[in-house]
């Protein structure tokens, strides 16, 4: 990821993130989380504000470094106790079963290897543990896919890596994850995923 980026991202996602069915889902998914808690893909921190009470401690990673310096300027808004970390969803530096919950925000979609990155927070997640994401999503409609799979390789280029035809919902099925519950926003363009880790 370029140095360009973070320092664009908040004023890029401006426009979407005032859209309240957008902010809602977001706000949803985070307040989710409970426990200690890790987020991925952590950004500018701009989840931070959405975590509950419940939420006992929050790890909040970004492969990064300019995102982390970004999200640590921000860590006061959030109720819980927040660290900042440096690190990549493919190698997580944590222990296995180590968090209560998961949270990832519009993350996957960027995320060179998923297959890998769910194996490891499969890892560090505590057994019944939650994998609460937000994402953009490919869509079902065909003549639209076509469109995402068209602009998806100049769109990689412009947005450091990220994948507008990404299926994560097939992806986090294939797992080893227990899917609850999706709940689609803007006819399925994004979609709020609920799973959790077998016992």
């Known amino acids: 990821m370029g140095n360009w980026?973070?320092?664009?991202?908040?004023?890029?996602?401006?426009?979407?993130?005032?859209?309240?069915?957008?902010?809602?889902?977001?706000?949803?998914?985070?307040?989710?989380?409970?426990?200690?808690?890790?987020?991925?893909?952590?950004?500018?921190?701009?989840?931070?504000?959405?975590?509950?009470s419940s939420a006992h401690h929050v790890l909040a990673t970004d492969p990064n470094l300019e995102m982390v310096k970004r999200m640590t300027f921000k860590k006061d808004k959030c109720a819980a106790p927040i660290e900042v970390q440096t690190a990549n969803a493919e190698s997580l530096p944590f222990s296995?079963?180590?968090?209560?919950?998961?949270?990832?925000?519009?993350?996957?979609?960027?995320?060179?290897?998923?297959?890998?990155?769910?194996?490891?927070?499969?890892?560090?997640?505590?057994?019944?543990?939650?994998?609460?994401?937000?994402?953009?999503?490919?869509?079902?409609?065909p003549a639209l896919q076509t469109t995402q799979d068209i602009l998806t390789p100049l769109w990689k280029h412009i947005c450091d890596g990220c994948h507008l035809n990404r299926d994560t919902l097939s992806l986090i099925e294939q797992s080893n994850f227990n899917v609850n519950q999706v709940i689609p926003i803007y006819k399925g363009l994004f979609i709020s995923i609920k799973a959790t880790k077998p016992i």
Do not use: W
């Open 96 to 141: 296995d079963s180590s968090f209560d919950s998961v949270v990832g925000t519009l993350v996957f979609c960027s995320i060179p290897h998923p297959k890998i990155a769910l194996e490891e927070l499969n890892r560090v997640l505590k057994p019944g543990g939650k994998l609460l994401l937000f994402e953009h999503v490919k869509m079902d409609n």
């Open 5 to 52: 980026f973070p320092r664009l991202y908040d004023s890029f996602m401006s426009p979407l993130e005032k859209r309240p069915a957008f902010h809602t889902a977001r706000k949803q998914i985070v307040a989710e989380a409970n426990g200690e808690v890790l987020e991925i893909g952590a950004g500018t921190g701009i989840n931070f504000p959405f975590y509950a």
